[in-house]
């Protein structure tokens, strides 16, 4: 069953690739969400729609959670749920840049089983599926071998290496940024950097899809606690996520729990 949804979501990633190009850099209308939520566009919405549509119609018996739909409590009583961000990285959208991606899972029993991150302005697709490696394009991607922190390439943001967090000592990290989470953790599956992390609480939606791949790759993946990360919670949010080469991980929580 998981490569089966993985082709349907696979497919769907496309379709909203299709979507989501019509109005990159064509001024989409935008607006603030309530509560601090951040922005979203006319084409969030565009694409959640198609998704919704598309993958409800197909898996009718499949839990939803999205970060563009109002949530259901139903989709805690459903043996497999998606879990899906429309455009991930819409700030980056909205500055007209590459680097959004749409992010559909597929999960059962609290785990990710089907993932599929789409980056439509430079076509690239990542999958994996428990049945299936991690793959870009169709072709397996591994992570980086990195056995500790000094020197490795780390995506976060500046604030996650303040002091404060680090009762182990700051890492002496090259660090980069891309604006979506799910770009980032497939950037770490395919090795081109040897790990990204997140120490403020995370939403299932940005998440969901890449912690598969980046795992599937042979990457580490963790909440900042250590913990296995869990999905289709009632509040759907983990405390936040590292994922890294394995022996990078376990240098960055030891720092970070020292």
């Known amino acids: ?33 309530a509560e601090g939520a951040g922005p979203v566009t006319e084409a969030d919405l565009a694409v959640n729609d198609l998704l ?8 009718p018996d499949y839990g939803w959670l999205s970060e563009e739909s109002a949530d259901s409590g139903a989709r805690r009583g459903a043996r497999r749920v998606f879990i899906i961000d429309p455009i991930d990285g819409t700030r980056a959208f909205m500055a007209g840049e590459d680097t959004f991606a749409h992010s559909l899972a597929v999960a059962e029993a609290g785990q990710i089983v089907a993932a599929a991150v789409y980056l439509p302005a430079l076509d690239r697709l990542y999958t994996a ?42 890492p002496d990290v090259k660090r ?5 989470l799910a770009f980032r953790l497939c950037l770490v ?24 791949i ?10 900042r606690l250590g913990q296995p990360l869990v999905f289709n919670s009632e509040h759907p949010q983990t405390a936040g996520v590292i994922a890294a080469a394995p022996g990078l991980h376990a240098d960055l929580m030891g720092r970070l729990t020292a």
């Open 1 to 33: 069953m998981p490569a089966h949804d993985l082709a349907l979501l696979a497919e769907a990633a496309r379709a909203a690739g299709e979507v989501a190009l019509r109005y990159w850099k064509n001024a989409p209308r935008a607006w603030e969400k």
């Open 52 to 59: 919704e549509s598309r993958l409800r119609a197909a898996r």
């Open 129 to 170: 599926s428990t049945a299936t490696p991690a793959m870009r394009d169709g072709q397996p991607i591994r992570a980086s071998s990195r056995t500790e922190a000094r020197g490795a390439t780390l995506l976060a943001t500046r604030p996650m290496l303040g002091d404060s967090y680090w009762p182990g000592g700051v």
């Open 176 to 180: 980069s940024f891309r604006a979506s």
């Open 189 to 212: 599956a395919e090795g081109r950097h040897d790990g990204m992390l997140t120490l403020r609480e995370a939403w299932e939606w940005d998440i969901a899809a890449g912690s598969l």
């Open 214 to 223: 980046a795992a599937r790759a042979g990457a580490t993946v963790t909440d």
